[in-house]
């Protein structure tokens, strides 16, 4: 099994640099999508003591619904549009929100989550979904987690054909 990054001896990039590594062996093309995204959930959350909860919201329809995610229970439809989550994934672009309270419209699945990061996962400028990382800490997530989300989730496009999952 992975290792987890050491939660206490490194910074964060030394432990995103061991993750684009390990997730580069952690996908499988070979395997169910589901696999691979539920497995990439578990090893953000437990390389990261900041996150508190991880996980996928992937289009269907018109709206993100719940996909493989760690952490407590959780929305499970999110109109596109709404929250953080429905504001990247209308914008396709990444959004970091220092303090969830000063984010109109922030959708509280957890009330103990302070700061969130969204990273829109697109095939080819067309949504899939999203990618959503919460922290009970303000201000958890910066531009050196935006830049090796955004890496990770090229990696996921890279080696799954994400276009043919289905809920
Ligand atoms: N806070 C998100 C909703 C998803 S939960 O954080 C898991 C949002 O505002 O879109």
Not at 12 to 40: A, C, H, M
Not at 119 to 140: C, H, M, N, Q, R
Request: with cysteine; net charge negative.
């Amino acid at each position: 099994m992975l290792q987890a990054a050491s939660n206490s001896l490194q910074t964060d990039e030394d432990k995103y640099s061991l993750l684009l590594t390990q997730t580069e062996s952690l996908i499988s093309p070979l395997e169910p999508i589901i696999s691979s995204l539920s497995n990439f959930t578990a090893l953000l959350k437990q390389s990261f003591q900041k996150v508190s909860w991880v996980g996928f919201y992937i289009l269907k329809d018109d709206s993100l619904f719940l996909g493989p995610f760690q952490g407590k229970v959780a929305c499970t439809e999110i109109k596109i549009g709404s929250g953080v989550c429905g504001t990247s994934a209308e914008k396709k672009e990444t959004i970091i929100v220092p303090d969830v309270d000063k984010f109109p419209g922030h959708i509280a699945c957890d009330d103990g989550s302070r700061s969130e990061i969204v990273v829109p996962v697109l095939i080819k400028d067309k949504l899939f979904g999203v990618l959503d990382l919460d922290s009970y800490t303000e201000s958890a997530f910066d531009e050196v987690d935006k830049k090796f989300l955004e890496k990770l989730v090229a990696i996921l496009n890279s080696k799954l054909n994400l276009s043919t999952f289905h809920f």
